[in-house]
């Protein structure tokens, strides 16, 4: 039930310079290269489209994590976010998945769906305590740009703390 209001997204990949966005309500940002273009797409929170045609978008679901954040219920949790991911994507295959710590400890899943169209989905889910951020870029199927999406999906996650 939460996995379908995290995975509701839609997704993206590119080149050159580099941004920081920072995202509403929320301490994580993005490390967005140059050539994407913003998109206007109600219930997302960001949205943007590179010149090779894939597709990221940031959502937000209001929904406490903290089974994610027990070592005694984090298994089970994050395999529902897997389940409800996989449901979200009709004939979607599994390609990869890890389960990891984004900067402050908070929990990040990084999940990668093949679609039965050739695109593949990748993504990470940050859950934080009282509220999820999915992010889904959309690679299509003969673009080439995964590594470029997979890179692009580490930087998101909350800042670093300054080192005192």
Do not use: C
């Not at 219920?73 to 390609?95: F, M, N, S």
Request: aromatic share 4%.
């Amino acid at each position: 039930m939460r996995a379908a209001v995290v995975v509701a997204l839609v997704l993206a990949a590119a080149p050159a310079r580099a941004d920081d966005i920072a995202l509403p309500r929320s301490k994580a940002i993005l490390h967005l290269p140059g050539g994407w273009t913003k998109l206007d797409i109600p219930a997302v929170v960001v949205a943007y489209r590179s010149a090779s045609g894939s597709t990221l978008a940031i959502t937000r679901a209001q929904v406490p994590n903290f089974d994610a954040w027990r070592s005694k219920t984090r298994d089970g949790y994050v395999e529902q976010i897997e389940k409800g991911a996989l449901a979200a994507v009709p004939g979607g295959k599994k390609l990869a998945k890890k389960l990891g710590e984004a900067p402050g400890g908070v929990p990040a899943l990084d999940l990668e769906i093949r679609r039965p169209d050739g695109a593949t989905l990748v993504m990470r889910v940050l859950l934080f305590r009282s509220y999820t951020l999915g992010l889904v870029i959309e690679v299509p199927g003969k673009s080439g740009k995964l590594d470029e999406a997979r890179a692009i999906t580490t930087t998101f996650a909350p800042p670093r703390e300054p080192k005192p």
